[in-house]
């Protein structure tokens, strides 16, 4: 896993030689076999050793599984079943094993096999793993489960040089586990974008949020307004690649075009919409958000980008709109708030103009086919004329605003809440503001999903996964050349791993921190 470059790419004790081509390969149909030996090995000991530790193992009596070169996998649901890339992905990933495609009764599972199996369940992503009498047996419900075991058996490949006897039964604690990246202060590589997918999904993560659009950078090729673009940018069909990629390893890539905040590069080749104040002067960043035309342009970017990103799930942003950092909105920005009572009636806010901005942001992107929104927790007001769109999910970030909210509020208002806790969560480039880069060893040790704000969790009682979703790591750029890629690569990958742990299983963790780190170099 270190560097994100995959388990299977020549990793300690997975086969290193090329096979004979003349052994097979994919097979396209069943074919009767012989008897085979039953392989002899010495017994795999220990649990199995994986990041993040599976949920339970019940060892049994036994030498255990181990690869060979004469190993098969077997897939009775045949070649066009949903596990198919999983074979063909755990093949390769095993140094090239071959595949066989079968159906019940037409392929007997020899000693040395492995076999994958859709079994029924009720968690999409839980998968059950069986070693016993050579043979080595994955059965989940969905492709998504298949993949997490597979991802199991090599880190127990890599560390112990098998799977050792028993029965493992896996499940993630939160159905939201990822990276947030800001591209747009900083420019990345795709190559190294991509890299961080293949760590994120060798760790079972499953989200990537790009955050591609601020004031220093809009990093996405754009044909409808090429004139917002900066210089160094991601084309269109490198972001294909990454979702593809993503895609395949179950990662869902999550764009983010914040607003009416942190909108400087559009703002910049559309100076008219900038914000004005009482005073006259423009806020870098803020869109004036009383002007259709406004509505009008970042609307066309979101339709743009929505069939880039098939995945369905949109982040809004909502943060640190400038008229709201102010202690009198309606004094400071008199054009807001005559807006707001022109839209919204005599009563309503600059509050109620920015709540109702988000709620139709939020529908032109549902109308693009997106099925799952979100926004920055500073996007949500208590009250007002404007209530958010109520299937809105909360992306909790910070306490530290004007009029700050505690999570336990938005939870009171049965929103769902993921965790991005700037205590713990937070890779800033250059330490402003009194941040500092996170360790791996304080999230391992100190941090839970229910840790939303500071350091204190809220009661396991309002906390589950259906109500706190997950947690994202997250990678600020507000100062980029602080760091190279590859520092910020090897600074958020001991963090990662320990998320990793907390967002599968937040108990206490079976490995002390100097054991899990150990583990985490062998892997």
């Given at each position: 896993m270190a560097d994100g470059r995959g388990l299977g790419r020549g990793p300690r004790g997975l086969?290193?030689?090329p096979r004979d081509p003349s052994s097979g390969g994919d097979s396209k149909a069943a074919t009767a076999t012989s008897a085979a030996p039953t392989p002899t090995w010495a017994p795999v000991t220990g649990p199995p050793h994986a990041i993040p530790a599976v949920r339970a193992f019940h060892p049994g009596q036994g030498r255990g599984w181990r690869p060979t070169k004469t190993a098969r996998i077997v897939v009775p649901a045949g070649e066009q079943s949903p596990l198919a890339d999983e074979a063909r992905l755990l093949a390769r990933d095993l140094g090239g094993l071959r595949t066989i495609w079968s159906a019940p009764g037409r392929e007997t599972v020899r000693p040395g096999d492995i076999e994958l199996r859709q079994a029924d369940g009720p968690d999409p992503e839980a998968y059950t793993l069986t070693a016993r009498d050579t043979r080595l047996t994955l059965t989940a419900p969905t492709d998504a489960g298949i993949f997490y075991g597979t991802r199991t058996v090599l880190q127990s490949v890599r560390a112990s040089g098998g799977v050792p006897e028993g029965t493992v039964e896996d499940r993630p604690d939160r159905p939201q586990r990822g990276l947030?990246?800001?591209?747009?202060?900083?420019?990345?590589?795709?190559?190294?974008?991509e890299d961080r997918i293949r760590?994120?999904?060798d760790l079972k993560f499953n989200q990537l949020q790009l955050h591609f659009s601020d004031d220093q950078g809009f990093r996405i090729e754009s044909e409808r307004h090429p004139e917002v673009v900066s210089p160094d940018h991601l084309t269109k069909a490198q972001v294909r690649h990454l979702?593809?990629?993503?895609?395949?390893?179950h990662v869902t890539v999550i764009p983010e075009i914040d607003s009416p905040g942190h909108l400087g590069a559009v703002l910049k080749a559309h100076p008219h919409l900038r914000l004005t104040g009482s005073d006259g002067g423009t806020v870098?960043?803020?869109i004036d958000i009383s002007r259709p035309e406004a509505?009008?342009?970042?609307d066309d970017l979101l339709r743009e980008y929505a069939p880039l990103f098939p995945g369905a799930h949109w982040h809004l942003g909502g943060d640190e709109y400038a008229a709201?950092?102010?202690r009198s909105p309606e004094a400071s920005y008199p054009g807001l708030a005559q807006a707001a009572r022109e839209k919204y009636g005599p009563s309503a806010t600059v509050r109620d103009l920015a709540t109702g901005w988000l709620n139709d942001r939020d529908h032109t992107l549902r109308a693009a086919g997106a099925r799952t929104t979100e926004a920055w927790n500073d996007g949500y007001f208590p009250g007002g004329t404007i209530a958010p769109e109520p299937k809105r999910t909360v992306a909790y970030w910070t306490g530290k605003e004007i009029g700050a909210r505690e999570p336990a509020d938005y939870l009171d208002e049965g929103r769902r809440v993921v965790n991005l806790n700037d205590e713990y969560l937070y890779y800033v480039l250059g330490e402003p503001n009194e941040f500092r880069y996170p360790t791996g060893e304080r999230i391992y040790k100190e941090w839970t999903p229910a840790v939303l704000r500071g350091t204190r969790p809220l009661p396991a009682s309002r906390t589950g996964p259906d109500r706190v979703l997950g947690a994202r790591f997250a990678v600020w750029c507000d100062f980029s050349g602080?760091?190279?890629p590859d520092q910020i690569a090897h600074g958020i990958r001991m963090p990662l791993r320990a998320l990793s742990q907390k967002v599968w299983n937040p108990d206490r963790p079976p490995l002390s921190w100097k054991d899990f780190k150990a583990l985490a170099d062998r892997l």
């Open positions: 086969l290193r030689e947030s990246l800001d591209i747009a202060r900083k420019h990345f590589p795709a190559q190294w974008i760590e994120l999904a979702v593809e990629l993503a895609r395949g390893l870098r960043g803020a509505a009008g342009l970042v709201l950092t102010t602080a760091q190279t």
